[in-house]
């Protein structure tokens, strides 16, 4: 049996549209709309779908930077939906970010081995000096020398800096690291070696990842488990075989026909899809993939599908179409 670390259930998060004048009826950006799943200790979940998805947005619900409208959120069993900013303090340890833009993450003014050491200063009662170690032995894990220790952000590359931040991430060893397109801003020759540390880094650590990223083939490499978001919806989700060599939905299947192929004599059937993503402030009812699918009926114009278990065997593999009975 696996242990879950996080379970959302039917969670829900809009942001309100700023408008003009008093009498106009509110309207919201509804970036996540019932979404449930769960997340297994020491796995790697990762959460793909087209830019606007709602996909950056379900992992800062996750660690509570962004609170929820509906639904709960539980970590390590607890329910943590409505704690506070101070009482949220004593889960943060556990639960660390890794952003997209590395240099944005850091402060220029504060050297590297003080900004890996820096959650050791709120999260520990270690000395200066220990914690000072603590980060050199760190700069190793990543890949750094301790040379690099007494220097500043802006004397580094995209892909060092990106150490530097997975270094800081891992330092107060979390149980939950969210990657937030952790490796889209970096040359391809070095994303493969940060895909490595990550793998590296778990395997010591038997860390847990939730991977936000919208590269398929980054995402093949490093998952055990795939799920895919449509305009706030989960539209389904499973185990990393299932989903590429079986999808399921319609747009899964669009998704992964955009794929380079590398051999030349190759080739992939391409599905184009038709049609611009919906506006998230006015959905469409029914199914939300219903204006671009080309195997739309009826129902999918009326009625929002759940997910079902579509799976011949013993795996769970989830899918949200009226396609699939």
């Known amino acids: 049996m696996k242990e879950v670390l996080v379970k959302l259930e039917n969670v829900n998060k809009k942001f309100l549209v700023s408008q003009k004048g008093f009498k106009k009826e509110k309207k919201y950006v509804h970036a996540v709309n019932g979404v449930s799943l769960e997340i297994f200790k020491g796995e790697t979940l990762s959460i793909v779908g087209e830019s606007g998805c709602g996909k950056s947005t379900l992992g800062r619900v996750i660690n509570k930077i962004l609170d929820v409208e509906e639904g709960k959120i539980f970590f390590k069993g607890d329910d943590i939906t409505n704690l506070s900013s101070k009482e949220m303090l004593k889960y943060r340890k556990d639960m660390q970010v890794i952003f997209q833009d590395p240099y944005g993450s850091l402060n220029p003014r504060m050297k590297i081995k003080n900004l890996i050491s820096e959650p050791l200063l709120v999260h520990s009662t270690l000395s200066k000096k220990e914690r000072e170690e603590k980060a050199i032995e760190l ?14 952000p802006h004397e580094f590359s995209g892909g060092q800096r990106q150490r530097v931040g997975i270094g800081r991430a891992i330092s107060v060893n979390p149980s939950l690291i ?9 040359d391809v020759s070095i994303q493969a070696q940060v895909i490595n540390i990550f793998k590296d880094l778990q395997e010591k650590f038997n860390l847990t990842y ?37 999808p399921a939905h319609p747009y899964t299947k669009a998704l992964l026909s955009a794929i380079p192929v590398a051999e030349a004599n190759k080739k992939r059937e391409r599905i184009v899809l038709k049609g611009d993503i919906p506006s998230p402030i006015n959905r469409p009812t029914g199914c939300p993939f219903n204006t671009r699918c080309s195997e739309v009926f009826e129902k999918c114009r ?5 997910l079902k278990n579509c799976s011949t065997d013993d795996s769970q593999h989830l899918v949200a179409c009226h396609l699939k009975k």
């Open 139 to 152: 700069l190793d894990m990543v890949g750094l020398s301790a040379g690099h220790a007494e220097r500043y």
């Open 210 to 246: 939730f991977f936000i990223s919208h590269d398929l083939s980054v995402v093949e490499l490093i998952s055990d488990r795939v799920g895919v978001m449509y305009l706030g919806n989960l539209v389904e989700i499973g185990d990393k075989k299932n989903i590429y060599e079986n």
């Open 302 to 306: 009326l009625e929002m599908p759940s």
């Open 178 to 186: 969210i990657a937030d397109e952790p490796i889209s801003a970096l």
